[in-house]
C-alpha cells in the first residue's frame, strides 16, 4: 500500500532553478545580461526600467501532493501539498553591466484539517555581492 501511495504522489515544478554556483559566476561590474542568459537560458522576466537599467528575474517553483491525500475518504481531510519557490533577480547598469543580484526563498504547505496547519516558512530577499 506504501510503495502505491508512494508511486501515486504527484509533483511538479516549473521555471529556472538558479544555484548559488550559478550566482558566484556572475561578477558585479563585469558580467553582462547576454553571458547571463547563456548560461541560464531565458528569463522568467525582464523589465527595462526608466533610466535605462534592465532587472531580469528567475523564477523557479516545485510542488508535491502530501501521500496522505490519495487515502480515499480520509485524503480529503488530511491530504495537501508542498509548494516551494525561488526567486532570483538580476540587475544591470545602463551600460549593460551586472550590477547587484538578489534572492528570495518560500516555501509554504496547504491542506485540510490537521495538515492546514503546516507552519509556513518565508525568507526574504538578501542582496548578494
Known sequence: ??????LLAGCGSTGVRVTEQNLEAFK??????AEVIS??????MRTRLPDGAVM????????????ATFIPFV???VGGADVTSDAVTLMFGA???LTQTSASSTAYGTGRG???????QVETSQ???
Open 95 to 97: 551600460n549593460g553591466r
Open 39 to 44: 548560461q541560464l537560458g531565458k528569463p522568467t
Open 75 to 77: 485524503g480529503a481531510f
Open 127 to 129: 542582496p548578494r555581492k
Open 114 to 120: 490537521p495538515s492546514s496547519t503546516a507552519p509556513a
Open 28 to 33: 558585479v561590474g563585469e558580467t553582462t545580461e
Open 56 to 67: 531580469v528575474v528567475y523564477s523557479y517553483a516545485e510542488y508535491s501532493t502530501r501521500p
Open 1 to 6: 500500500m506504501v510503495l502505491v501511495v508512494s
